[in-house]
């Protein structure tokens, strides 16, 4: 008799794959003369170091994170790699949590397994975060908040609601989507709009407003200014340009031109789109439908429509992905999901092609190279979302 794949060994592979990636990578660095881990590691590393040292994270040019990473990873100081493997757990407690959601909503055993596989077995998963970077562990706080919101405590998700916003910036838009999926409890006032408001919707509004401000605040006081600047402000005026996928990738290159005395207004304009579609209209078009799927969606168009969109990225949506499967038409029409996925990394290959040949063979290849390509890989994600919207 066959012996059942269970949690357990879905769990260990997970783990044992990741080992391999991390043992691997470490070798890579060593011997090779392209390292396998990423730029962004050697820049919390050093912010770790500067805040151990008596100095702030922000002594480290280029670190745009909130002070608690660089705190979590001070033990890099006395053992380099421990920050990878930090991430590589957080992919791991991320899957277990999907498991938990997928039992607490009736999916049977085998299909939850394979499910969460999708996001604990992947290749490109355990690439990103044993490379050094940090997606993975916020991939753990996005699901455990909604592990919350579907066990009910409230509380618990709003407080986790504002961490994630306070780590991260773009969870944001799932708050619209929580409070008006919890429409399940009783009403507060009866009178016109305001029927909306319940007791559910309240508690979570005020532990996610009081969690936030209070980490905000406390980031502050330690190390004022700075802080706002990189952290938050930094986000709305930034012009990278490098490794990103986004249709606003010429445009952000010709406006950090030093040479560029008049500066483009359209990147900053970017946040309307992206922030109405992801924001608003799919929130309160879809989350009471599904609030995992209606997530995955926003977090897919979100990233689709963002100034700067890298492949760490597309760790933002594929974590959610796995809720979005088991009844998708994507599924059930096997024709219409391979076309999807064949389509999605056919675009993305262009693209990184483009770009191989631009910064290692040092051919200029911006236009129309990498604009065609970007145009390709926008339009390839937006057909996506327009399938993902009508099927939920």
């Keep these: 008799m066959a012996m059942k794949f269970s949690t357990a060994h879905l769990i260990l592979l997970s783990g044992l794959m990741r080992l391999g990636f991390f043992y691997y990578g470490i070798y890579q660095d060593a011997h090779a003369q392209m390292r396998f881990t990423d730029i962004d590691y050697f820049v919390f590393t050093d912010a770790a170091k500067f805040t151990a040292q008596g100095g702030t994270p922000y002594d480290r040019a280029t670190y745009r994170y909130t002070p608690i990473l660089a705190w979590l990873l001070l033990p890099t100081v ?10 590589a757990l957080g992919d791991i407690l991320a899957g277990w949590l999907m498991l938990k959601i997928f039992r607490s909503r009736g999916l049977p055993e085998s299909r939850a397994i394979k499910f969460a596989a999708v996001w604990l077995l992947n290749p490109m998963v355990a690439i990103i975060s044993t490379r050094g970077s940090s ?9 455990a908040l909604l592990w919350a919101v579907y066990a009910k405590k409230i509380v618990l ?7 994630a916003v306070h ?7 799932y708050i619209p989507s929580i409070l008006w999926a919890l429409d399940d409890s009783p009403m507060l006032l009866g009178i016109g709009i305001l029927r909306w408001v319940n007791k559910a919707r309240v508690k979570f509004a005020f ?6 401000a209070v980490l905000t605040t406390a980031m502050y006081y330690i190390y004022g200014e700075p802080f706002l600047q990189h952290s938050y402000l930094h986000h709305l005026s930034r012009s990278d340009h490098r490794h990103n996928f986004s249709p606003y990738n010429i445009l952000l290159y010709i406006s950090s031109s030093p040479n560029v005395l008049q500066k483009s207004p359209y990147p900053a304009l970017a946040f309307v789109p992206q922030l109405f579609i992801s924001g608003i209209f799919l929130p309160f078009s879809l989350a009471k439908k599904d609030l995992a799927k209606t997530m995955f969606v926003q977090t897919f168009a979100f990233v689709t429509f963002n100034k700067v969109c890298t492949s760490q990225y597309f ?16 599924l059930k029409n096997k024709r219409l999901g391979i076309l999807a996925l064949v389509l999605w990394l056919l675009a993305q290959g262009l693209w990184l092609q483009q770009s191989y040949l631009l910064e290692y063979m040092n051919e200029s290849t911006f236009f129309p190279g990498i604009f065609a390509a970007t145009l390709i890989f926008f339009l390839v994600n937006c057909w996506i979302v327009g399938v993902i919207v009508e099927d939920i």
């Design 78 to 87: 006395s053992f380099f790699w421990f920050g990878k493997l930090l991430f």
């Design 135 to 143: 997606e993975g562990l916020l991939g753990a706080v996005v699901i």
């Design 157 to 163: 998700a709003g407080i986790i609601s504002g961490f």
């Design 167 to 173: 780590f991260k910036i773009y969870p944001i838009i």
């Design 207 to 212: 532990a996610s407003i009081l969690s936030f």
């Design 315 to 330: 760790m933002w949506y594929i974590v959610l992905l796995p809720f979005y499967l088991p009844s998708s038409a994507m």
